[in-house]
């Protein structure tokens, strides 16, 4: 195999599962600084003999149930993301897509751009009564100035969605082979940190969730107040069904606890478990090792911090 085939191989391997998507949501924004002036003279003893340079006074311009309904929207848009792709640290808003898991993004990208359109036409309606309501809220700390027209705040509600890739051009090559190879070992790097995340990230959320269930079980067998719930149980059954199809590494380790997991609950039902405590006990037996051995391998797996370059909004 060539030398050049073989330093792209790890791009290779990645790129042959996933596609990169960037997500930005920009919403318009409600908090906004206090000037010096509104509080430097207070009467309040909280802000005698402080110096105002270690200080930031902030205050939140309006507050509305349909403003509310746009940034829980947004919340819920990039949990059902993270439930089919995998959060990167090298940008913000940017997640490894498995190919398995791309019509599924789609469909949840377009159902939540077509709720969010509807939800900051709901806001805007409402938009001249806060403006108005806020003079009354806020009193001496208004500021007309906090509040543009309809226009430019609808311009600032937006979502962008783009794939990505990483592939260098190789006019690169021809112009400077140097900085060509530098690079070319900068993407390498950042796709091996990116591969190095997913499994951590993957691994991190299967902990999570056998633990919980782990301590329903106990909190059950101890306290019959605390009930086990059918969402404990589906959560971590969801979780080992789509792992197939959000893994983009060989994690031979992790595929064998996951299979372990989906046949220790393959079949159970909640009235099985409810109805009949040993097994309840039984099944909590059976995921301590499992949970065990996910924190050795979480222990083990050490992803070395990357210096990225945030963009600037």
Not at 82 to 88: K, M, S
Not at 207 to 228: C, E, G, M, V
Request: charged share 20%.
């Amino acid at each position: 195999m060539p030398a050049t085939s073989q330093a792209l191989s790890p791009k290779h391997a990645l790129f042959d599962r996933a596609v990169f998507l960037l997500l930005k949501i920009r919403r318009f924004g409600i908090i906004k600084k206090v000037p010096t002036a509104h509080w430097k003279d207070s009467d309040s003893s909280l802000f005698h003999n402080t110096d105002s340079q270690y200080l930031n006074v902030q205050k939140r311009i309006l507050d509305c149930t349909q403003y509310s309904a746009i940034t829980k929207l947004d919340r819920n848009a990039q949990k059902d993301i993270r439930e089919h792709a995998i959060p990167t640290s090298y940008l913000p808003g940017l997640y490894i897509v498995p190919l398995l898991s791309l019509n599924s993004i789609e469909n949840i990208l377009q159902s939540y751009q077509v709720q969010r359109h509807l939800l900051v036409e709901a806001f805007l309606e409402v938009y001249p009564f806060i403006k108005t309501q806020a003079t009354l809220s806020l009193n001496t700390l208004y500021d007309p100035n906090n509040y543009p027209s309809s226009e430019t705040v609808t311009q600032a509600f937006h979502v962008d969605t783009s794939y990505l890739h990483f592939d260098l051009p190789q006019l690169l090559h021809t112009i400077n082979p140097t900085l060509y190879a530098e690079e070319r070992d900068k993407t390498q790097s950042r796709l091996h940190h990116m591969m190095a995340e997913s499994q951590l990230y993957l691994r991190t959320s299967f902990l999570k969730l056998i633990k919980a269930l782990i301590t329903r079980l106990s909190l059950n067998l101890t306290s019959p107040t605390k009930p086990i719930r059918m969402n404990h149980i589906t959560k971590l059954r969801d979780f080992v069904q789509a792992f197939p199809q959000r893994t983009v590494t060989t994690d031979t380790q992790m595929t064998a606890l996951v299979q372990q997991t989906q046949g220790l609950l393959h079949g159970m039902t909640l009235a099985e478990i409810k109805a009949h405590p040993h097994v309840m006990h039984a099944l909590s037996e059976h995921l301590a090792p499992i949970l065990s051995a996910l924190e050795h391998l979480i222990e083990d797996h050490h992803v070395a911090p990357q210096n990225h370059k945030q963009p600037v909004s």
